[in-house]
């Protein structure tokens, strides 16, 4: 199995951008989010990030991670959720290398995140 499926998985909730599209991926977590004002915070994470304002990186944060969080399913659904995960990741890394690489820098980016900004 591999471990960054599993790891990415495991963590807290978070949104993700994979190409084009949004998805809040995480513990239980596995949903294409579609709405712009939920994903206009991703935008707004990156520019504070750009101008290195950590009082707006830790409240896009904060956000992101909470509307992620309201993806999550029921624990009764975590092994479905998770192997329609697996797949779907399986296939980004067969099917489009760019799309999975820049996932995987994102989750880098979001754990220095996490244990910066964590409570």
């Known amino acids: 199995m591999n471990s960054f499926k599993e790891s990415l998985y495991e963590k807290k909730s978070f949104i993700y951008q994979i190409g084009e599209d949004y998805y809040a991926i995480g513990a239980n977590t596995f949903a294409k989010i579609t709405d712009s004002p939920e ?5 707004l994470l990156q520019n504070a990030l750009n101008k290195g304002n950590d009082r707006q990186i830790a409240k896009y944060y904060e956000k992101i991670a909470r509307i992620a969080n309201s993806y999550r399913v029921d ?20 099917n489009d290398k760019a799309s999975f690489a820049g996932l995987q820098t994102q ?3 979001i754990d220095a995140l996490t244990e ?3 409570a």
């Open 116 to 118: 910066k900004y964590q």
């Open 75 to 94: 624990a009764r659904e975590h092994f479905k959720l998770r192997d329609k995960l697996f797949v779907f990741l399986d296939e980004l890394e067969k």
């Open 39 to 43: 994903t206009d915070n991703i935008e």
């Open 107 to 109: 989750v880098s980016l």
